[in-house]
C-alpha cells in the first residue's frame, strides 16, 4: 500500500481484526454484486469505501424516478441512465482506485456461472426469486458463500450461504422451489428507505468478514429486522435433508 492508501484505510488498519494484512485481503478480492437497487447500493458503496478491489455490478435497469427514494447510489442527473454504469460512476467518485466491471445484463445461468466464478464472495441483491434459485445453484455448485438480503415495506432479512462448511443451508432450503413464492415487489408492496439501507450494509459487512475471514458469519442464522417496530432477531436455519439442490452437494462430493 502506499501513502494515500495507508491514510484512505487508516481506520480499518487500525482495528485489530483486520490491519495492514487484512486491508490488503480487500485490496486484492473480488466481490460479484447481482441488482444495483435498494441493497445493491449501499453494499456497493460500503465494499468500494472499504476498497474491495474489484467490483463486478450486475444489473440490466435504467434508473427511474420511483428508484430514487432508497437507491442511493443513484443521483436525480442519472434517471434514463443504465443503474450499473449510473453505478459506477458514484462509485469511482468515493473510490477510484476499485475496479467497477459494470454489466448491463439480466444474466442467463452459463454467464453468471463465468461470473460467480471469478468472485470471491456474491451479494444477492436481486429482487426476485427466478434470480435468487439460479445463483443459489450455481454458488452451490461452485463452493462461493453468498451474501442473501430481502426487504419489503417494515421487514427485512439477512442470511449468509457458505458452501465451505458442510451444514451450511442453502437459499432453496430456506424457500423451497415450486411453493407458492410470487415475487413481492417494491413497486406494488412499498418498503421504508432507510431499511434497505440497513439490508444492504449489513450484506456489505458480512461479506467483508467472509473475505478477512474474521469473526462469526450468518451462515446456519436467518437475521430478521423490523424496522417498525425497532426489533432484530436472529432464528436458526438447518440444511434441509430434502433439499435437492444440497443432495446434489452431496453427490459432487462437497
Ligand atoms: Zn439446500
Known amino acids: 500500500m502506499n501513502d494515500q492508501q495507508l491514510l484512505r484505510y ?3 488498519i487500525l482495528l485489530q481484526e483486520i490491519g495492514i494484512e487484512g486491508q490488503e485481503k480487500l ?12 441493497l ?11 476498497g474491495v478491489g474489484t467490483l463486478t455490478l450486475c444489473d440490466n435497469d435504467t434508473v427511474d ?23 459506477r460512476t458514484t462509485l469511482a467518485e468515493i473510490n477510484p482506485e476499485v475496479h467497477v466491471n459494470s454489466l448491463k445484463e439480466r444474466v442467463e445461468a452459463a454467464r453468471l456461472q463465468e461470473l460467480v466464478a471469478q468472485a470471491d464472495v456474491v451479494l444477492d441483491c436481486s429482487d426476485n426469486f427466478a434470480t435468487r434459485y439460479a445463483l443459489n445453484r450455481i454458488c452451490v455448485a461452485l463452493n462461493k458463500p453468498l451474501v442473501s438480503g430481502a426487504a419489503i415495506r417494515f421487514a427485512g432479512q439477512v442470511t449468509v450461504f457458505d458452501f465451505r462448511q458442510q451444514h451450511s443451508p442453502c437459499y432453496h432450503c430456506l424457500y423451497p422451489e415450486n411453493t407458492e413464492n410470487e415475487d413481492t415487489r417494491c413497486a406494488e408492496m412499498g418498503v421504508f428507505a432507510p431499511l434497505v439501507g440497513i439490508v444492504g450494509s449489513l450484506q456489505a459487512a458480512e461479506a467483508l468478514k467472509l473475505l478477512l475471514e474474521v469473526g462469526t458469519s450468518l451462515c446456519g442464522k436467518l437475521l430478521l429486522i423490523d424496522a417498525l417496530h425497532s426489533g432484530m432477531r436472529t432464528i436458526k436455519l ?16 462437497i
Open 10 to 12: 487508516s481506520r480499518h
Open 27 to 38: 485490496i486484492g478480492a473480488h466481490a460479484l454484486i447481482i441488482g444495483t437497487g435498494g
Open 40 to 50: 445493491g447500493s449501499p453494499a456497493a458503496l460500503f465494499l468500494a469505501a472499504s
Open 65 to 87: 424516478l420511483t428508484n430514487l427514494q432508497r437507491q442511493i447510489l443513484h443521483r436525480t442527473a442519472s434517471i434514463g441512465m443504465n443503474k450499473v454504469d449510473s453505478a
Open 238 to 253: 438447518s440444511r434441509d435433508a430434502n433439499c435437492p439442490v444440497c443432495l446434489n452437494r452431496n453427490h459432487i462430493g
